[in-house]
């Protein structure tokens, strides 16, 4: 079923799993961040089945959503989180015409990290890699992620890392904004078939971003966790120009709701296919998957 006001319908490559069972892992101070800083509403805080996620997807027009298995710091501190890959494959295997699975990263668990993503792909369907530089504060051209790098080229998926400011997730453990955009320059040149994914729209560094991306074949924008109303401009100028192949549309759900982001998206004067190519067909293409 299309959506109204669109003959396509969206993909969402940035979402987060919400359901009591994953919330369980998560851990208890969030939520002054996640209520009184960003605005997510209790009801969506206090965990959602994949029923509703699924029946707000439609709402909003989104045929499909990455699910993230985060990787949020070192396990061990009582501020970090890593959500089991088990809890989002499992959400794939329920609705695989809906979700597909993204594995995170964690830096410090070294080539026992690296071997699990690489059986989260082969083995289980995951599609691509997660990454927050700043939970681990190491910038993305740490040598510490370069065996990640490594398999997801041999994998042949892309990976989504975390670019721009940092916020303060938890007073137990405030991470330095270490994702400055230039940082995946050397990333791209040691890796040139790497695909890149630079989410949350680099902000405030967004120009450096664009020029990331404009520089090298495989690094790309993603839009999520930032209302698409305050985008820079210059974001904006550039899906609709000579960007408008190395842009994808994510939401960070919760931080954004679905419909919410839709309908700001749908305010701005995008070019029709400029537009198509941000919420669907380019997220199809850097992942490979079929249309």
């Known amino acids: ?6 003959d396509y319908l969206a993909i969402d490559a940035v979402v987060n799993i919400q359901t009591p069972e994953a919330l369980a892992h998560r851990p208890d101070d969030r939520t002054e961040f996640y209520k009184e800083k960003i605005g997510v509403d209790g009801g969506t805080f206090d965990g959602i089945s994949l029923e509703e996620m699924l029946r707000r997807m439609d709402t909003a027009g989104i045929e499909r959503s990455f699910l993230i298995a985060a990787k949020a ?12 890959y088990d809890i989002v494959s499992d959400a794939v295997k329920q609705h695989p015409d809906r979700f597909s ?33 700043h939970w681990f504060e190491l910038a ?28 303060i997730y938890s007073k137990a453990m405030p991470r330095r904004s270490v994702g400055q955009p230039i940082t995946l320059d050397s990333v791209a ?16 560094w967004t120009q450096e ?21 305050y985008w820079p401009q210059e974001l904006v100028r550039y899906i609709n120009s000579y960007g408008q192949d190395k842009v994808i549309f994510g939401t960070d759900f919760p931080i954004l709701g679905f419909e919410r982001t839709m309908e700001e998206i749908d305010a701005i004067e995008l070019k029709p296919a400029a537009r198509r190519k941000l919420l669907r067909d380019n997220v199809l293409r850097i992942y490979g998957l079929v249309g």
Not at 110 to 132: S, T
Not at 210 to 224: L, Q, R, S
């Open 101 to 133: 699975a993204l594995a995170g990263v964690d830096p410090t668990e070294g080539m026992n990290g690296v071997r699990a993503l690489q059986k989260a792909v082969e083995g289980d369907g995951f599609i691509g890699a997660h990454l927050y530089p």
């Open 209 to 229: 971003m664009i020029a990331m991306a404009w520089k090298h074949e495989n690094v790309f924008i993603g839009t999520d966790a930032h209302s698409p109303k």
């Open 189 to 204: 040149c040691d890796f040139p078939e790497l695909k890149l994914i630079g989410i949350h729209v680099g902000i405030p």
């Open 1 to 6: 079923m299309t959506h109204p006001d669109r």
């Open 73 to 84: 710091g070192p396990n061990g501190h009582k501020a970090s989180f890593h959500m089991p």
């Open 140 to 167: 993305p051209d740490h040598a510490r992620y370069y065996p990640f790098y490594a398999k997801c080229v041999e994998l042949d998926v892309p990976i989504q890392l975390q670019v721009g400011q940092s916020l």
